[in-house]
């Protein structure tokens, strides 16, 4: 196990519906990055945090936003969800002064939209 | 884009024999790694080969790279069922915001029949 938790494990949620994922990293992680994949694809990258600034996203519109808070814990929000949101969505944690950039990833979160 | 491919997309071997899987990647790495996913679950990290390194052993696990060709295989020898899985190689960016960031290709999924 990699010591990073999410939660939920599943959600299901409407079109035009809010929902905020949660993450805890793996401790002494100073990094949380987070990813979403669909089915059949590799994961995709939607932003990263580090200490608690927004580091950089990818191609992913402003209604994809997120937190994170001074233990390490991450949060990823999501506004006015869209049928294409349904995706397995995963946080990874790292320790960004090192030069391995290895990431550990938690189990993700299945979002379902309907 | 830096994304890497895998190659094949699919696989379906027999308990006992090997699994090659390889990765292709358009840019400068300092590292190459590789993932499994069980079933849209989360990634596990398998092995880190650095770009200074041409071959790594883990286990049954065997990686090779060859930056001049900007590739790389995963070979896992003698397979059970429980490799049965997705596997993806990922590349992380070196430079700019999000450094560290993995970029992944769409994977492999490997199938093992007993």
């Known amino acids: 196990e990699t010591g990073v938790t999410q939660s939920p494990t599943h959600l299901i949620k409407t079109r035009g519906q809010q929902v905020t994922l949660r993450c805890s990293s793996q401790s002494g992680h100073n990094t949380v990055s987070w990813y979403q994949q669909a089915l059949g694809q590799g994961p995709q990258f939607i932003f990263q945090y580090y200490r608690e600034e927004e580091n950089g996203r990818g191609n992913f519109p402003p209604r994809f936003s997120g937190l994170q808070f001074p233990n390490y814990s991450s949060e990823l929000n999501v506004n006015a969800l869209e049928l294409d949101d349904s995706a397995l969505y995963l946080c990874?944690?790292?320790?960004?002064?090192?030069?391995?950039?290895?990431?550990?990833f938690g189990p993700g979160t299945r979002l379902t939209v309907t | 884009s830096q994304q890497g491919e895998e190659d094949p997309q699919a696989l379906s071997i027999q308990e006992g024999e090997n699994a090659t899987m390889n990765c292709s990647y358009k840019t400068s790495i300092n590292n190459l790694q590789w993932y499994r996913q069980n079933s849209g679950r989360g990634l596990v990290h398998l092995i880190l080969i650095r770009s200074n390194e041409r071959e790594k052993h883990s286990g049954r696990l065997r990686v090779t790279l060859d930056t001049s060709k900007k590739s790389s295989s995963l070979l896992i020898t003698a397979s059970r069922a429980a490799d049965t899985a997705s596997y993806f190689c990922?590349?992380?960016?070196?430079?700019?915001?999000?450094?560290?960031?993995?970029?992944f290709g769409r994977g492999t999924q490997l199938t093992v029949w007993p």
């Open positions: 990874a944690s790292s320790w960004t002064s090192g030069s391995s950039y290895e990431q550990y």
């Open positions: 990922a590349t992380p960016r070196l430079r700019g915001s999000t450094l560290g960031r993995l970029y």
